[in-house]
């Protein structure tokens, strides 16, 4: 996340969004893409790859410990990889910015590597607990200086060989399922996570598709992922699709505002990843996927979305970890929908970007939208199809999710929704708002 002076917006109803329009890459394969290409030894290629801040801010660290990473004028990523073992000491901390997901990942990498690693984040990110990463990796045999709270800044040193572990989840968390398996790359034996709530398996796909000796297996504790350590990675041509958690922000700009028709292409529909569009197709929304396909491992579609009146549902739990990062979008669904929405288990939400359920209170109860919070999620009583009041200030917390979130209520707001910082968008969606001027012709 750039220091960037704080960049406020003011939005409210502007009128149906109509076209096609592309979303950037998915964020999560981005991120693993890049890990992944530099531990090969060879030449990896990546197209559609996300260039928000968070993903520079891997590829940045991974230059920093040794991988050759370029762009070329197409927009095409090349990566030249040090493989498996392979990372150098860096010179200088690794700026996380703002990417949580930079962060936890690469402390699995570091975990098994001889070499020392300080990691360093903006305001929002050093906030974050980085303990649930850090004590599996310390029984790998890593070693950790934190901050107070397990927070950034934070050094660790890594141990070589590490130790494998077999590690049950005590929270559904694809980061830290992730660390630990990455940590058991260049760990001698077998590493073992025991998952007992499904969580995003991109990094299972891809690792297999490096070359990894993994395996999955469902049992009645859970699905149970086996890592062989000290693997060797082959380079791979790789196509990012596009990231299912920025298309949500306009399949519910659609949902919500009278004569919108979109499609967005081209957008991953990994199973793990799908929770919004099916909690917004339980509302009744009207979601077409058209020409699904299968890209790199991954099926892709495009989606038709066309204004539909939504109805309140009790949002089922069991979905939390499928859409954890679409929740305040889904909130602002809720806000215009008929009757009154329960979502519920959704306590990672304390713990992202920023608190995101007191974030989408203060955001929404000050422009009209009556709700009830609870530790774990909200109850939201919608308009019924009409508009929200808006006119209110809202906080954004530097959480580009917040900011997206609530620019999207402001569609179908009856006065100017005010934001106070939108430039944390950059860090995922940098093109959002001028693909929001399009949409609306305003461009």
């Given amino acids: 996340m750039s220091s960037a002076p704080p960049l406020p917006l003011a939005i409210s109803a502007r009128g149906p969004l109509r076209g096609t329009l592309t979303v950037p890459g998915d964020k999560s394969i981005s991120h693993r893409s890049l890990m992944f290409a530099g531990l090969a030894v060879g030449e990896s290629r990546i197209e559609g790859l996300l260039e928000g801040e968070d993903v520079l801010a891997t590829a940045a660290a991974m230059r920093a410990m040794g991988a050759k990473i370029e762009r070329d004028g197409d927009g095409v990523w090349h990566v030249w990889g040090v493989g498996v ?3 150098l000491q860096p010179e200088t901390a690794l700026e996380m910015g703002n990417s949580g997901t930079s962060t936890r990942l690469l402390m699995g990498l570091v975990a098994s590597h001889p070499i020392t690693a300080t990691f360093t984040g903006d305001a929002s990110l050093s906030k974050r607990p980085m303990g649930r990463v850090i004590d599996p990796l310390s029984r790998m045999g890593a070693d950790f200086t934190s901050s107070p709270g397990g927070r950034l800044p934070l050094t660790m040193r890594g141990l070589c060989p590490a130790v494998p572990i077999e590690y049950t989840l005590p929270v559904a968390s694809a980061q830290v399922k992730s660390a630990v398996l990455l940590a058991g790359l260049n760990t001698p034996g077998i590493t073992r996570v025991i998952e007992p709530v499904l969580t995003r398996d991109h990094s299972e796909r891809m690792l297999a598709g490096f070359g990894a000796n993994l395996t999955v297996e469902e049992t009645p504790q859970g699905r149970i992922i086996s890592i062989h350590g000290e693997a060797e990675f082959k380079p791979q041509q790789i196509t990012v699709p596009g990231d299912p958690s920025s298309a949500a922000f306009w399949m519910v700009a659609a949902s919500i505002v009278p004569g919108s028709d979109i499609t967005v ?7 793990t990843r799908i929770g919004l569009i099916t909690a917004l197709r339980m509302m009744g929304a009207d979601i077409t996927e058209v020409n699904p396909r299968i890209v790199g491992g991954e099926p ?6 066309r204004h539909a009146p939504l109805s309140a549902i009790e949002v089922p739990h069991d979905l939390a970890p499928s859409m954890i990062d679409e929740y305040p979008v889904l909130f602002v669904a809720a806000a215009f929908a008929e ?15 920023s608190d995101r359920i007191a974030a989408m209170v203060a955001a929404l109860a000050p422009n009209g939208v009556p709700l009830e919070e609870f530790e774990d999620g909200l109850a939201i009583t919608g308009t019924g199809g009409g508009p929200i009041a808006g006119g209110a200030p809202v906080a954004s917390k530097l959480d580009h999710r917040i900011a997206m979130s609530m620019a999207v209520a402001g569609l179908g707001a009856k006065a100017d929704v005010i934001i106070d910082d939108v430039s944390p968008v950059a860090t995922s969606y ?14």
């Fill in 85 to 87: 073992g392979g990372l």
């Fill in 265 to 271: 292409a081209n957008v991953g529909l990994n199973p």
């Fill in 300 to 305: 892709v579609a495009d989606l038709r979305v």
């Fill in 339 to 353: 009757g009154r929405t329960i979502a519920r288990g959704a306590e990672e939400l304390r713990v992202k970007e």
């Fill in 430 to 443: 940098p093109g959002f708002f001028s693909t929001l001027d399009s949409l609306t012709g305003r461009t």
